[in-house]
T-cell receptor, first 110, second 117 residues
Framework: GDSVTQMEGPVTLSEEACLTINCTYTATGYPSLFWYVQYPGEGLQLLLKATKADDKGSNKGFEATYRKETTSFHLEKGSVQVSDSAVYFCALSGDYKLSFGAGTTVTVRA | ETGVTQTPRHLVMGMTNKKSLKCEQHLGHNAMYWYKQSAKKPLELMFVYNFKEQTENNSVPSRFSPECPNSSHLFLHLHTLQPEDSALYLC????????????????FGAGSRLTVL
């Protein structure tokens, strides 16, 4: 079945450092790919998405490119802030169900 | 109110209690979901409702009983729970469940933190 594998955390960074969270997927067909973010004490919220190969999703300085050849959707940000501290989830939408990765906890220190 | 609202935010119950979690969405969505989020484990899909009909029960124990009276409201009735059921229960909604693209982008509530003693 469809599945998503993302790098395990936790990840601790200093402010203004670069962040990359790796995500690879296994799916039949042509899924949509998502990154969700969960800030402390809150539910998940959509960060960005890409619905077809070579699409780039972007939001709040984060970017991810849908790479069909490597079945990847890595999340990147060039300069993180303390407010980016959160748990990040890669997700895949197949026929009708959303499959989530295990989540990566990111802590940004001032 | 806008978005997806869950109540209560925190719940502590004994193993013999009966309680319910409530979820309400104000987005005009047709599909609603319950997820379980436990520490150090992936999000677990529990139930999916589409147009009030249950379309997914992910082998959830019968001590969890969902109810979806209309497309805007979703309940999770809890009975005779175990300590390992302690978790954050997340409700979500989406416009639909079919196909890829935007229809199944989920909007989540803030969750109900359940502790079973």
């Amino acid at each position: 079945g469809d599945s998503v594998t993302q790098m395990e955390g936790p990840v601790t960074l200093s402010e203004e450092a670069c962040l990359t969270i790796n995500c690879t997927y296994t799916a039949t067909g042509y899924p949509s790919l998502f990154w969700y973010v969960q800030y402390p004490g809150e539910g998940l919220q959509l960060l960005l998405k890409a619905t077809k190969a070579d699409d780039k999703g972007s939001n709040k300085g984060f970017e991810a490119t849908y790479r069909k050849e490597t079945t990847s959707f890595h999340l990147e940000k060039g300069s993180v802030q303390v407010s980016d501290s959160a748990v990040y989830f890669c997700a895949l939408s197949g026929d009708y169900k959303l499959s989530f990765g295990a989540g990566t906890t990111v802590t940004v220190r001032a | 109110e806008t978005g997806v609202t869950q109540t209560p935010r925190h719940l502590v119950m004994g193993m013999t209690n009966k309680k319910s979690l409530k979820c309400e969405q104000h987005l005009g969505h047709n599909a609603m979901y319950w997820y379980k989020q436990s520490a150090k484990k992936p999000l677990e899909l529990m139930f999916v409702y589409n147009f009030k009909e249950q379309t997914e029960n992910n082998s959830v124990p019968s001590r969890f009983s969902p109810e979806c009276p209309n497309s805007s409201h979703l309940f999770l009735h809890l009975h005779t729970l175990q300590p390992e059921d302690s978790a954050l229960y997340l409700c979500a909604s989406s416009q639909g469940t079919g196909g890829t693209g935007g229809a199944n982008v989920l909007t989540f509530g803030a969750g109900s933190r359940l502790t079973v003693l």
